[in-house]
C-alpha cells in the first residue's frame, strides 16, 4: 500500500510541473513609423503602434515582451545649412590683349545636425557624420574686363589704340562638415517594455539639437513570448491524479 501511495504522488507531481511548464515561443515582430521633415529648433511627435499583432496573433492568449529594440534613422538636409568660413581669390593672369582669368575658392563649412529622441522620459542624441570634398568646379563667370593698347606707325609718328578685353573668375567650392545618414540604436529599457504591454503603444518625440535635417523612419523589433497556459489534456491528468491521491487515501483510511 505504501509503495502504491509513493507512485500516484509521483504521477500527481510529474503532471503538475508538466501542466505548469512554460512553453517558450518568443517571436521577433518588426513595426515601422515613417518620418518627417525636422526644421532647425524644431520638434514632432510619434508613436509606435503593435495592437495589430496583439489583437491578432496573441488575441486571447497570454504574452510577455521580453526585449525589444529600436533604430531611428536620420539624413543630413544636404546644402541647406551651409555656412561661408572664407572666400580666396588669387589674381588675374593672361597675356595683355587675351582674356584675363583668376581662381576664386568658396570654402563652406555644413555643420553637424543633432537629433533628440525622447522616449518614455529618457532623452538620446546622435548626430551626422564628417566629411570633406576636394575643389568642385562651379562654372567660370565674367567680372569686369581689362584694357590694353596697340601701336601702329601713322606717318611719321606712332599712333596707339586702345582695346578691351574680358576678365574672368573660375568659381570652386569646398565644403567639409558634418552630413549623411546616422543612426541611433536603443535597446528598450523597463518602462519602454511596460508601455508596450499595457496598451501596446510607445511614444517617442523627435527633436532637432542642432541644425535641421530628415528624421526617415524607425524600427522597432520585439521579441513576443506566449505565457504559459495548461493544455486541456493536461488539466485533465492533473486533475485524475489528484483524483487518484484522493481515493487512495480514503481506502487507506
Known sequence: MEMKKK???GLATGVLFFGM?????ATSYGFNVSGAYIPTGGSD???FDINSILTGVFSGIGYSIDTAQLAFHFSDDGSNELHTTSVVTTGYSGAP???WYRNQTTYQTDWADVAGVSIEGPNFTV???YYSTGPQYLGTTQTGSHTYTTSYQCGFST???SHSAPNYTQNYEIISGRTGLFTLIIAADSNMLASLTTDGYLGFDISSENGDFYFLDATLTADINTAP??????ALLLGLGLTGLAWSGRRRS
Open 127 to 129: 548626430g551626422s557624420s
Open 97 to 99: 590683349s587675351s582674356s
Open 45 to 47: 511627435s510619434f508613436e
Open 21 to 25: 511548464a512554460t512553453h517558450s515561443n
Open 159 to 161: 599712333c596707339y589704340t
Open 229 to 234: 497556459i495548461p493544455e486541456p489534456s493536461t
Open 7 to 9: 507512485i500516484l504522488s
